[in-house]
């Protein structure tokens, strides 16, 4: 069974970065100047947002917003209960409680009807993913910041280019976060990347992971005046190299790879009609998927199906076909009251989120074709059919 593979190979990006260094550009960048900033300015007008800073991971974008936010021990964040954990742990490292709160049993996304119950005096932010590329309800997240006076965080690593309401995901929230790693739409091996128009929130985020020149470049506050040759002492720096790649994906493939995508992968969502695995869910809000990261149908409860039965039938007809690896976040060891701790902070009880368990224990995860691959698409729905003839 030959495995799906992402991201494709591009031709000339030997050859690009070949001549990026032959030409003996800078290796490391430590100021705002060259390929990063180059990104970080396409990044953000793409966006219609007035600050970018590009980073080592989508985890350390997460880590630098939630500092820049001034997060502590005596603050709570309610966040999503199913994401990728990186969502939601680096908020361990600031001793901040995390509230969970229980997903749409559909999409996967924050359940925004459930959000204001888990409000209190000592709530500071609400943080959401884009499950999938699905945007969650961004105007119901806002308008509870709104109300509340609270600070938004999207986590925008699976929806590069979703579109709510024909706005792009990352455009909402007070700071936005995105993940450039290897399986990403848009890909330099590592990397990640913050949006914001909040200067405040900017220059903190800079200071973080970013110092010598770029401080006395970015920072304009006068407090911070003081850090500008160290900032907070760590370097949170994308390699130039990366951001050289993610600039070439963004300015000649990301678009029509978009494109394709939405096209192949709404072929098998129509497919999928009428079979025991349904299509994924879609909000009438949602104007594209964007990046479409990951192609997750479910599993219809209706026809009890036995997951692990139907994932190893599947690969013994030569189709690529998995569990998810990415849990209800509260499931990780990591987030247990008990165990593992981070420095002196205290961890706090998690709970169970029943739409989270209930959509974990039905999607599969299925390659993201993206190349009109219509006829290995129809192999799956073949065998799809033959196996609900066999066993249902």
């Known amino acids: 069974m030959e495995k799906y593979r992402w991201p494709p190979y591009i031709p000339e990006m030997g050859d690009l970065v070949k001549d990026y260094i032959d030409q003996g550009k800078p290796l490391s960048i430590p100021d705002e100047s060259g390929i990063i900033h180059e990104l970080e300015c396409d990044f ?77 005096p000592k709530t500071r932010a609400i943080v959401t993913n884009d499950q999938w590329g699905h945007p969650c309800d961004k105007e119901r997240v806002l308008e509870l910041c709104r109300r509340h006076g609270l600070r938004y965080v999207e986590d925008c690593s699976h929806a590069h280019f979703a579109q709510y309401g024909g706005r792009y995901v990352g455009t909402f929230g007070d700071v936005a976060c995105w993940s450039l790693q290897g399986r990403k739409l848009l890909s330099g091996g590592e990397g990640g990347i913050l949006l914001t128009d909040d200067q405040d929130l900017y220059e903190r985020a800079v200071l973080l992971g970013h110092n010598l020149k770029r401080p006395a470049q970015s920072v304009k506050n006068e407090i911070y005046r003081p850090l500008d040759r160290t900032g907070y002492g760590l370097k949170l720096r994308m390699h130039p190299l990366a951001a050289l790649m993610i600039d070439h994906e963004l300015k000649n493939y990301c678009f029509s790879w978009i494109e394709s995508r939405a096209r192949t992968l709404e072929y098998f969502q129509s497919q999928l009609q009428g079979t025991f695995l349904r299509p994924m869910a879609r909000r009438d809000y949602v104007t594209s998927m964007g990046a479409w990261y990951g192609f997750m149908p479910r599993l219809d409860p209706a026809y009890k199906v036995d997951r692990e039965h139907f994932i190893r039938w599947m690969n013994d007809q030569q189709l690529q076909i998995s569990i998810p690896k990415s849990r209800p976040i509260p499931d990780y060891a990591l987030f247990a009251p ?9 961890k706090h009880p998690v709970g169970t989120y029943l739409n989270a368990q209930s959509y974990y224990a039905q999607i599969v995860n299925i390659p993201t074709f993206t190349f009109e691959e219509y006829d290995q698409i129809d192999r799956y729905i073949e065998r799809i059919h033959e196996y609900e003839r066999l066993f249902l």
């Open 44 to 120: 953000a007008k793409l966006h219609h947002r007035k600050y970018a800073l590009a980073v080592s991971s989508g985890t350390m974008a997460l880590y630098s917003a939630y500092f820049a936010l001034g997060l502590s021990e005596e603050d709570e964040v309610i966040c999503t209960a199913f994401s990728y954990h990186a969502t939601a742990a680096p908020l361990l490292h600031f001793g901040v409680k995390i509230v969970f709160c229980d997903v749409e049993p559909d999409t996967g996304n924050i359940d925004t009807a459930q959000i204001e119950q888990l409000i209190t």
């Open 338 to 346: 008990d165990r593992f701790p981070i420095g002196h902070f205290t």
